[in-house]
Structures are given as structure tokens and as C-alpha cells.
């Protein structure tokens, strides 16, 4: 195709479930969000679209979800990605944007010091994870941008999610984002949507936990708590249906 040296806008559309197919037109990497430069994709469309963009991630069959929250990440070049539209219009793609940072730059490291839970399920050969970020001035509600729902342009066989501290309860969140303060008033809602009779292991990775805080897994069908920031700490589950609604905290 031609080699693009000004800005390039795709018209994007609420059809359908109002997932559309994008991809970077310019054969430069890209600042996805604030956090890898004040001029960002992500940003420049906030008006457009839901403030999240999903990759999917061929070697592991899972989607990759990126928001405002999410640490620096770059689209690498001609990268296609899914955005979900809240209004018709056209996407913006920029000059400004471009950087010429290398692809061996570990873009998706974990530079901050914010207290954040990054859940994992295993079920076979599939594993899937859904994350958790205590931010100041963020709410148990929806905050656009901040919250991620699930990638839902098609049914997979195995989902990890979480729902609303506050509000809607057909949210379906890949990253959550809840006020930096009072953690032990805010009790999660976790879903798992897996095969029935199929054996899930659920594991953690707690980063920054505040002094004198732990972090739990509740199965309320099992009536157990089990601790998950310890080292090597795992929980096993059968799913005797394939949605687990109300189970899990």
C-alpha cells in the first residue's frame, strides 16, 4: 500500500455490537495511552470509543486489553486492534504519535508502584487473567477508560472477569479500576465462564499490597477463603455449570 506521511482517519461505526477492526496505518510504532506520551491514540479518540483497545495474542488464544490505566504500551507497526465505537465518527490516526522507539523495548513491564491484582484461571492449555488497579480519584462505579470490559466480539470458551464493586451487573471487566483507599469495604464480584465439570486453578500476582493487607479468594459454594499473594499460591475449582455467578469474591 502507499507509505502514509500525514495524518490518517478511519471511519468507524456503532453497527452491529459497535466492534470495529482498526489497525496502524503507518510503518512506526505508536503511543497507545498517557502513560507512554501525552499525545496517544488512545486519548485523541476518547470521544469516540470506550477508551480501550484489544490485541489478540495468537500464541497464548486470548485477547490483550489495554486502557488509560494500563502501563506505556506502543502499537507496533501496521498492528491491527479491535475498538468498541460509542459514537460514529472517524478514527484518528496522527503524525504526532509516532515514535521510532524499538520493538526490543519490553513495552508492557511494570514500572509503578501502585497497589494492583493481576487474577489468573488455568483450564488445559488455555489461561486467561483479569486485572485490578487501586487508583486514586477512580470510583467503585464505571470509569470510562479505566474500566475494560471483556473483548466481546465473539463467545469464548473460557472467560475470566470481574463485575462492578457499584453498578451495572452485566459488566463484564478484563481491568477494573477502584479508589485507592478503604480496600477492605470493597468486595469483588470474580466470573468464570468454562466448560461444566471442568477443572479451573486460579493464581495471583499482587504487586505493592499495602502494609497489613492480604489478598483473598472467596469460593462461596465452598464456603472457603484462600490467601493467593503468598508465593506459589494456587486454588483449585470444579464448575459444575458453565457460568459461575455468585460463587467467586
Not at 161 to 177: C, F, P, R
Amino acid at each position: 500500500g502507499d507509505l502514509h506521511t500525514d495524518d490518517v482517519s478511519v471511519a468507524i461505526s456503532t453497527g452491529g455490537n459497535g466492534y470495529n477492526l482498526v489497525g496502524n496505518p503507518y510503518p512506526t510504532y505508536l503511543y497507545g495511552n498517557p502513560n507512554a506520551d501525552a499525545t496517544n491514540l488512545l486519548t485523541a479518540n476518547s470521544s469516540l470509543i470506550d477508551g480501550t483497545i484489544w490485541f489478540w495474542d495468537s500464541d497464548n488464544e486470548l485477547w490483550v486489553t489495554k486502557n488509560l490505566s494500563s502501563n506505556a504500551f506502543h502499537i507496533q507497526p501496521l498492528q491491527g486492534f479491535f475498538v468498541k465505537t460509542i459514537t460514529a465518527g472517524d478514527f484518528s490516526f496522527t503524525e504526532a504519535m509516532q515514535t521510532h522507539e524499538s520493538n526490543s523495548n519490553p513495552f508492557y513491564k511494570t514500572t509503578n508502584s501502585r497497589f494492583e491484582i493481576d487474577l489468573s484461571i488455568a483450564s488445559g492449555k488455555l489461561n486467561r487473567k483479569t486485572s485490578i488497579r487501586y487508583i486514586d480519584g477512580k470510583t467503585t462505579s464505571f470509569d470510562n477508560g479505566y474500566d475494560s470490559n471483556i473483548f466481546g466480539g465473539y463467545a469464548s470458551e473460557l472467560e475470566l472477569y470481574t463485575g462492578l464493586v457499584d453498578g451495572n451487573a452485566s459488566k463484564k471487566l478484563a481491568i477494573q479500576s477502584l479508589p485507592n483507599e478503604n480496600y477492605e469495604d470493597m468486595i469483588i464480584p470474580v466470573g468464570v465462564t468454562a466448560d461444566a465439570d471442568s477443572e479451573i486453578i486460579f493464581s495471583a500476582e499482587a504487586l505493592n499490597v499495602p502494609t497489613g493487607y492480604k489478598v483473598f479468594l472467596e469460593d462461596r459454594l465452598k464456603s472457603t477463603f484462600t490467601r493467593l499473594d503468598e508465593v506459589n499460591a494456587k486454588y483449585t475449582a470444579t464448575v459444575t455449570d458453565t457460568s459461575t455467578e455468585g460463587r467467586f469474591f
